[in-house]
């Protein structure tokens, strides 16, 4: 959490699925920006159930 320890903050450039979880383990990151939940490729197919998937997988990165 470096030089600002008591600040709150939310990645949002570079996060991917692989990162999320190391950006989530600091003790002052908060969320991430996740573009990777719904691809473009997936909206335009409407395949929500992929979407969902995502979703799922990646709000287990870290429970609360």
Do not use: M
């Amino acid at each position: 959490h470096g030089p600002f320890p008591t600040a709150a903050f939310c990645p949002t450039g570079g996060v991917s699925p692989e990162l999320a979880p190391v950006y989530l383990a600091q003790p002052n990151v908060v969320c991430v920006g996740a573009t990777w939940l719904a691809s473009a490729k997936a909206i335009a197919a409407q395949d929500w159930s992929a979407i969902e998937a995502q979703a799922r997988r990646t709000a287990a990165f870290r429970t609360i």
